[in-house]
Every structure is written in structure tokens, then in C-alpha cells.
């Protein structure tokens, strides 16, 4: 082991803090999924760049440019966004999309302003059509963006792009502030639920040498078997794309030569590897957050870990005492804003640490009969 309790403790607070972190997460992506924020919080987003916050009915059938919020609509309904949409949690039908390409959004607006345009958008043209709008918050958005482009319609789209992804990081900032609160909710109705006292659990750890110890081993294996798994879906990812150049020079007679391992001979074939990505990866999503809660719940659940409702601490509400009360509920606290600094934040902190115990003390025997 380490020779240190110092970094023993460290290690095995870093572990519990991980583990609860990414179970209280993949929760919250779930419930985030089943109520589709990311897709409300997307529209909100969008009917906000686009609306000028009138009243106007809206027809389905008629396409209408005066009203804004018509016009949300009609950019969310556009193939091009429409047809992103994930599998939902429950695995039936498919839910609005939670994320638009800048490129896409700027297509389907460029396309909804000029839909007559079949072979491409003239600036004169799309000049006319946003100078025409009665929308006047959408056009005095607009009209900049394409006039300092100074008749490249490439560099109007391209300033449209970056428009939707200015506002595309502030709804990420936003979300992400609203993850963290949604974190600490959770994570401190976990720790009340199960008893995690950081306070309580530090105390532990400091004076009992046998927890401290295993906790710090099954940190170790943890770690090792992360590194194994990363190393083996990186050859993975390497064999797999030598495979596909091979392929591609055997199959396409228009494949290229100087254009990179594996280039596709045309942009199309690259967007249909692209999309058949996504969709293992979204299908995979729902299942893949099923093991990981089963399986981190199994690690938890297997450590000797000081958590829980025990007699002596049940003793507490027994024979109250204030200060032994207010201590736990601080606890809680702590334990529920560690969990609001995330996975990445605690597995990083143990690994660090488990780092210094091989630079000060050298490999474990284990490793270096491995090495």
C-alpha cells in the first residue's frame, strides 16, 4: 500500500466521491432524457433567435415569414433537423432532436427563407428575402450577418453558423448550471437515503487501516481495468479503420490515392459512415446507462464501505443531539456538492494520487512481476 494515510484516504475518498458521481449522473441523464430537456431547452433556444414574440395563429400548412415563432417551427420540422432525433429512453419512436449542427440550422433557415431556390441560394436573393421580412428582431439579426459577407453567400452561412453557436453556448452553460443544481439535489437525497457523512466517511477511513486498505486495492483494480478497457477500444478503433482502408481500396475503383488512410472517394460515402456511428452510439446509450447503474450499484454495494444507517449513528435521533446532528447534516452537505463536481474531477483526483504512491514508494510487487 501507499505508507501514507494521508494519500490512502485521499485515494479512497476520491473513489466513493467517483462512484456515487457517475451514479447520480447517468440518474440524471436518464430523467433529463425522459422529460427531453436537452429538445425543450433547444426549441426554447431557437423560437427565441427566431420569434419576435407576436401573437400570430399558426397555419401548418402555409409557411408564414412574418411570424417568428412559425418560423421555429418550421426550422425544427425541416428534414434536416427533424430527422436527427435520438431513440427515447423507453426505446419507442424517436425523440426531438437535443442538438442541431450550426451547419444544418443554417441550411433549413437559408432553405425556409428561399425555398424556391432549388439549385442554391443567390445573395441577391437572400438579401431580398430577409430584407423583406416584417419580422424585424429576425431581421435586424440577420441582415448584418449577411451583409458583412459582402456578396459570399459561403460567408453568410458561415456568419449564420456562428450565430446559432454563440447561442448554442450559452444554452450549454445554461444546462450545465442546471445539471450541477439537478446533481446536488439528487446527490443529497442520496446521501441522506444511504448515509454518506464525508465527514463521518473521512473519519472512518483515517482510523480504520483494514477499510482503508481494501478501499485503496479496489481503487487500484478499478483503475487498471479502466486502462486496460481504454487501451483495448483504442486498437479496436485502429483496427477497425485499417480494415475500412483496406476495403475501400479493394472496392471503390474511384478511391483516391494521397487522400489518407481509409478517404472515401466521395463526401457522401463519409456522412453515411458518419450517421451509422451516431446510431450505434444512441442506440447504445439507453442500455449502456442500464449496466453501468447495475454494475456501479454491485461495486458499491461489494466495498466494506463506512455508509449507512448503523446503530451508532441511528443513535443520533434517539438520543438527540444538536451538535452530533448538525455535523451529519454537514455531512450530507459536503457529500452532496462533492458529487456536484463530477466523475471526471474524482477519478482524476484518485488517479493523481495513485500516481504519487508509485513515483514515492515505487510499483506494487504485483506490477512489476507483470512489467
Not at 198 to 222: C, F, G, P
Not at 275 to 293: G, M
Not at 322 to 330: E, P, Q
Amino acid at each position: 500500500m501507499f505508507n501514507s494515510q494521508i494519500l490512502e484516504v485521499a485515494v479512497g475518498v476520491s473513489f466513493i466521491f467517483a462512484l456515487l458521481s457517475v451514479f447520480v449522473s447517468i440518474i440524471n441523464e436518464t430523467i433529463a432524457g425522459a422529460k427531453s430537456l436537452r429538445a425543450k431547452d433547444l426549441e426554447k433556444t431557437i423560437r427565441n433567435l427566431l420569434s419576435d414574440g407576436s401573437n400570430l395563429p399558426l397555419n401548418p400548412f402555409v409557411l408564414d415569414h412574418n411570424s417568428g415563432l412559425q418560423m421555429a417551427v418550421a426550422l425544427l420540422g425541416h428534414p434536416l433537423i427533424s430527422n436527427t432525433g435520438a431513440p427515447t429512453v423507453l426505446g419507442k419512436g424517436f425523440s426531438a432532436p437535443a442538438y442541431i449542427d450550426g451547419k444544418a440550422f443554417s441550411s433549413a433557415l437559408l432553405h425556409l427563407l428561399n425555398p424556391t431556390q432549388i439549385a442554391g441560394v443567390t445573395f441577391t436573393n437572400l438579401i431580398s428575402s430577409v430584407s423583406g421580412l416584417k419580422n424585424t428582431e429576425l431581421k435586424n439579426s440577420l441582415l448584418p450577418l449577411i451583409q458583412t459577407a459582402n456578396g459570399d453567400v459561403d460567408k453568410a452561412r458561415k456568419n449564420i453558423e456562428d450565430w446559432f453557436n454563440q447561442s448554442m453556448d450559452r444554452l450549454n452553460g445554461l444546462y450545465k448550471r442546471r445539471a450541477q443544481m439537478f446533481n446536488f439535489i439528487i446527490g443529497l437525497a442520496l446521501a441522506i437515503t444511504l448515509n454518506v457523512d464525508a465527514i463521518h466517511l473521512t473519519k472512518a477511513l483515517w482510523n480504520d487501516q483494514a477499510t482503508r486498505e481494501s478501499l485503496v486495492k479496489q481503487a487500484e483494480i478499478y483503475q487498471q481495468t479502466s486502462s486496460n478497457k481504454s487501451a483495448k477500444e483504442k486498437s479496436k478503433q485502429v483496427q477497425t479503420k485499417d480494415a475500412d482502408s483496406k476495403n475501400d481500396k479493394a472496392n471503390n475503383p474511384d478511391y483516391k490515392q494521397g487522400n489518407g488512410a481509409g478517404a472515401p472517394a466521395t463526401a457522401q460515402d463519409s456522412n453515411d459512415k458518419k450517421i451509422s456511428t451516431n446510431e450505434d452510439t444512441q442506440s447504445c446509450d439507453i442500455d449502456c446507462a442500464k449496466k453501468k447503474l447495475v454494475q456501479i450499484n454491485e461495486l458499491i454495494s461489494g466495498l466494506s464501505l463506512p455508509i449507512g444507517w448503523q446503530e451508532d449513528n441511528k443513535i443520533v435521533f434517539t438520543d438527540f443531539n444538536l451538535g452530533s446532528f448538525l455535523i451529519m447534516v454537514l455531512g450530507w452537505i459536503l457529500t452532496a456538492v462533492a458529487i456536484t463536481l463530477g466523475a471526471p474531477f474524482w477519478f482524476d483526483l484518485m488517479n493523481q494520487t495513485l500516481k504519487l504512491n508509485v513515483r514515492f514508494n515505487g510499483k506494487h510487487p504485483d506490477e512489476k512481476a507483470a512489467s
